[in-house]
């Protein structure tokens, strides 16, 4: 299990927060950066943050609803995307009174259709707007392209030049270049 600093920790408790009070989804947890499948939370800390009872997350476990990672020492160890399966069950069990195969049917289907939509995305962006680098481990990732960074790295070029100009040239100049820059960053 990777360490995590407090700071994160911290971080990723109000995310998950946010997941239980529907104030946001896994797609938006992922697409800022958050790694859903991170295992972080202790059962207490899951079955305190789900408002659950520890042992329902057990009971789940057992029958292969939600089966978390496991430490080397075999304690569970929940991600985001655990709890949020863990709130649509609790869901789909007490206020829509759907059977555990059922809740297990439904939980799956969704996260194949959560699948689709993130694929669908990734197609539908114009070939050339991502690049990929190197994550913290060394595995290839895919980044997203911004057009706003674009214009930043346009900007920073344009000042280099100007800084480099000589005093004489960067007075006539700069207020003009200055105008250009500005004009396609706010494009």
Not at 5 to 23: D, F, G
Not at 86 to 98: I, W
Not at 140 to 151: C, D, F, G, K, L
């Given at each position: 299990m990777?360490?995590?600093?407090?700071?994160?920790?911290?971080?990723?408790?109000?995310?998950?927060?946010?997941?239980?009070?529907?104030?946001?989804?896994?797609?938006?947890?992922d697409d800022v950066g958050f790694d859903i499948d991170l295992p972080l939370f202790s059962v207490g800390r899951a079955a305190e943050l789900a408002d659950i009872h520890a042992q329902t997350l057990r009971q789940y476990d057992r029958v292969g609803l939600i089966v978390p990672q496991r430490t080397e020492g075999g304690a569970r160890r929940y991600s985001l995307r655990d709890l949020d399966r863990?709130?649509?069950?609790?869901?789909?069990?007490?206020?829509?009174?759907?059977n555990l195969a059922g809740i297990t049917r439904i939980l799956d289907l969704q996260e194949e259709n959560r699948q689709l939509r993130r694929e669908l995305k990734r197609l539908q962006t114009p070939a050339g707007s991502s690049v990929f680098a190197a994550d913290a481990d060394g595995d290839?990732?895919?980044?997203?392209?911004?057009?706003?960074?674009?214009?930043w790295r346009h900007e920073i070029h344009v000042r280099t030049r100007e800084l480099s100009a000589t005093p004489q040239d960067r007075d006539e100049d700069a207020d003009s270049k200055s105008m250009v820059v500005w004009g396609r960053f706010l494009d």
């Open positions: 990777p360490r995590v600093t407090r700071q994160v920790r911290a971080l990723y408790e109000i995310c998950a927060v946010a997941l239980v009070q529907s104030r946001a989804n896994l797609d938006g947890a863990l709130v649509h069950a609790q869901h789909l069990s007490q206020d829509a009174g759907v290839i990732t895919e980044v997203q392209r911004s057009r706003q960074a674009r214009m």
